[in-house]
């Protein structure tokens, strides 16, 4: 029911910035909780950053002052604002659409490499 397509990936220097959209078509997105997780060769995936339908916010320790999560239901969209990035971010981003009835749904993801 739920389409997710992630971009704004791309190249930036260490302390750069970049922000990534997650856009969702085909049901009702206000009422998932959105996250992104991020994931690079050969280690698991792993949470980033979550937000629920109440606009609740979550991150892992690693992201937290720098990174941050917002969704705007009119556009069914989420956002990932990323600030003063470190090459220890280098991973591909996945958008998941998740709700309590079990029903989850993941982008196909969008790169971001940080190195100079």
């Known amino acids: 029911q739920v389409q997710l397509v992630e971009s704004g990936g791309g190249l930036v220097q260490p302390g750069g910035s970049l922000r990534l959209s997650c856009a969702a078509s085909?049901?009702?997105?206000?009422?998932?909780?959105m996250s992104w997780h991020r994931q690079v060769p050969g280690e698991q995936r792993a949470l980033v950053a979550s937000?629920?339908?109440?606009?609740?916010?979550n991150y892992v320790d690693s992201v937290k002052g720098r990174f941050s999560i917002s969704r705007d239901n009119a556009k069914n969209t989420v956002y990932l604002q990323m600030n003063s990035l470190k090459p220890e971010d280098t991973a591909v981003y996945y958008c998941?659409?998740?709700?309590?009835?079990?029903?989850?749904?993941w982008g196909q993801g969008t790169q971001v490499t940080v190195s100079s």
């Open positions: 998941y659409a998740s709700r309590v009835s079990g029903s989850s749904y």
């Open positions: 085909g049901s009702i997105f206000s009422i998932y909780t």
């Open positions: 937000i629920t339908p109440g606009g609740i916010e």
